[in-house]
Protein backbone atom coordinates (compact mmCIF):
# COMPACT_ATOMS: atom_id res chain seq x y z
CA UNK A 1 0.00 0.00 0.00
CA UNK A 2 2.62 2.44 1.06
CA UNK A 3 2.50 5.62 3.40
CA UNK A 4 0.66 8.24 2.70
CA UNK A 5 1.34 11.87 4.22
CA UNK A 6 -1.27 12.67 6.97
CA UNK A 7 -3.37 15.36 6.86
CA UNK A 8 -2.16 16.59 9.45
CA UNK A 9 1.02 16.41 12.64
CA UNK A 10 0.14 12.93 13.56
CA UNK A 11 2.20 9.83 12.65
CA UNK A 12 0.19 6.74 10.91
CA UNK A 13 1.46 4.77 13.84
CA UNK A 14 3.11 4.99 17.28
CA UNK A 15 4.22 2.84 19.91
CA UNK A 16 2.90 2.77 23.64
CA UNK A 17 4.84 0.35 25.62
CA UNK A 18 4.42 -3.08 24.33
CA UNK A 19 0.90 -1.52 22.44
CA UNK A 20 0.89 -0.12 19.26
CA UNK A 21 -2.00 2.49 18.36
CA UNK A 22 -2.33 2.85 14.39
CA UNK A 23 -3.95 6.37 13.90
CA UNK A 24 -7.21 6.69 11.61
CA UNK A 25 -6.69 4.75 8.21
CA UNK A 26 -8.92 5.49 5.19
CA UNK A 27 -8.73 4.58 1.58
CA UNK A 28 -7.10 8.07 0.46
CA UNK A 29 -4.51 7.67 -2.19
CA UNK A 30 -1.34 9.53 -2.80
CA UNK A 31 -3.18 11.69 -5.52
CA UNK A 32 -5.87 12.71 -2.62
CA UNK A 33 -8.37 10.09 -4.95
CA UNK A 34 -10.52 7.45 -2.82
CA UNK A 35 -11.38 4.71 -4.87
CA UNK A 36 -14.65 2.38 -4.68
CA UNK A 37 -17.06 0.87 -2.95
CA UNK A 38 -17.52 0.15 0.93
CA UNK A 39 -15.16 -3.50 -0.19
CA UNK A 40 -12.55 -2.15 -1.96
CA UNK A 41 -11.77 0.54 1.01
CA UNK A 42 -11.93 -1.40 3.32
CA UNK A 43 -9.63 -3.87 1.75
CA UNK A 44 -7.13 -0.74 1.14
CA UNK A 45 -7.76 0.67 4.90
CA UNK A 46 -6.73 -2.79 6.25
CA UNK A 47 -3.89 -2.76 4.00
CA UNK A 48 -2.70 0.76 5.40
CA UNK A 49 -3.12 -1.23 8.97
CA UNK A 50 -0.74 -4.23 8.03
CA UNK A 51 1.61 -1.92 6.29
CA UNK A 52 1.64 0.37 9.57
CA UNK A 53 1.94 -2.74 11.77
CA UNK A 54 4.92 -3.87 9.70
CA UNK A 55 6.80 -1.33 10.25
CA UNK A 56 7.13 -2.45 13.95
CA UNK A 57 7.09 -6.05 13.09
CA UNK A 58 4.02 -6.68 13.99
CA UNK A 59 0.60 -8.07 11.96
CA UNK A 60 -2.49 -7.95 11.90
CA UNK A 61 -3.08 -10.76 14.10
CA UNK A 62 -1.35 -8.64 16.84
CA UNK A 63 -4.75 -6.64 16.60
CA UNK A 64 -6.62 -6.37 20.02
CA UNK A 65 -8.98 -3.50 19.15
CA UNK A 66 -10.40 -2.22 15.87
CA UNK A 67 -12.67 0.49 15.95
CA UNK A 68 -14.59 1.40 12.56
CA UNK A 69 -16.40 4.79 11.46
CA UNK A 70 -18.79 4.27 8.69
CA UNK A 71 -20.52 7.13 6.84
CA UNK A 72 -23.67 5.07 6.14
CA UNK A 73 -24.72 1.37 7.96
CA UNK A 74 -26.44 0.31 5.09
CA UNK A 75 -22.70 -0.55 3.80
CA UNK A 76 -22.21 -2.28 7.32
CA UNK A 77 -22.33 -5.95 5.21
CA UNK A 78 -19.72 -5.01 2.41
CA UNK A 79 -17.41 -3.34 5.15
CA UNK A 80 -18.16 -6.59 7.64
CA UNK A 81 -17.74 -9.26 4.70
CA UNK A 82 -14.16 -7.82 4.09
CA UNK A 83 -13.29 -7.16 7.76
CA UNK A 84 -14.41 -10.75 8.46
CA UNK A 85 -12.08 -12.05 5.44
CA UNK A 86 -8.86 -10.34 7.12
CA UNK A 87 -9.04 -11.06 10.46
CA UNK A 88 -8.58 -14.33 12.15
CA UNK A 89 -10.46 -15.72 14.92
CA UNK A 90 -11.24 -14.42 17.14
CA UNK A 91 -10.24 -11.38 16.05
CA UNK A 92 -9.76 -8.33 17.52
CA UNK A 93 -12.27 -6.27 19.82
CA UNK A 94 -14.35 -4.12 17.66
CA UNK A 95 -16.76 -0.99 17.91
CA UNK A 96 -18.45 0.04 14.37
CA UNK A 97 -19.95 3.08 14.71
CA UNK A 98 -21.66 5.71 12.02
CA UNK A 99 -20.34 8.81 11.48
CA UNK A 100 -22.13 12.26 9.31
CA UNK A 101 -19.18 12.55 7.04
CA UNK A 102 -14.99 11.60 6.73
CA UNK A 103 -12.56 13.93 5.64
CA UNK A 104 -13.30 13.57 1.83
CA UNK A 105 -16.32 13.20 0.47
CA UNK A 106 -16.16 9.87 -1.04
CA UNK A 107 -14.46 7.68 2.06
CA UNK A 108 -16.78 5.42 3.24
CA UNK A 109 -14.93 3.80 5.98
CA UNK A 110 -12.01 4.85 8.28
CA UNK A 111 -10.48 2.19 10.46
CA UNK A 112 -8.14 3.01 13.69
CA UNK A 113 -6.39 0.03 15.06
CA UNK A 114 -4.57 -1.03 18.93
CA UNK A 115 -2.27 -3.92 18.25
CA UNK A 116 0.22 -5.75 21.27
CA UNK A 117 3.23 -6.70 20.41
CA UNK A 118 5.51 -6.63 23.15
CA UNK A 119 9.03 -4.69 22.79
CA UNK A 120 11.23 -7.73 23.62
CA UNK A 121 10.47 -11.31 23.34
CA UNK A 122 7.05 -13.36 22.32
CA UNK A 123 3.36 -11.84 22.44
CA UNK A 124 2.07 -13.33 26.03
Known amino acids: ?3 IKPLGK ?3 ARR ?5 FVSGMSARMADGSVPGDVREQTRVVIG ?3 DALAGFGA ?3 DCVAITSYLVDMRDFDGYNEVYNASFGAPGPARTT ?3 HQLPHPDMLVELTA ?4 P ?3 ENT
Open 1 to 3: MGA
Open 114 to 117: TAYK
Open 97 to 99: VAV
Open 16 to 20: GGDYL
Open 119 to 121: QHG
Open 59 to 61: GLD
Open 10 to 12: YPG
Open 48 to 50: KIR
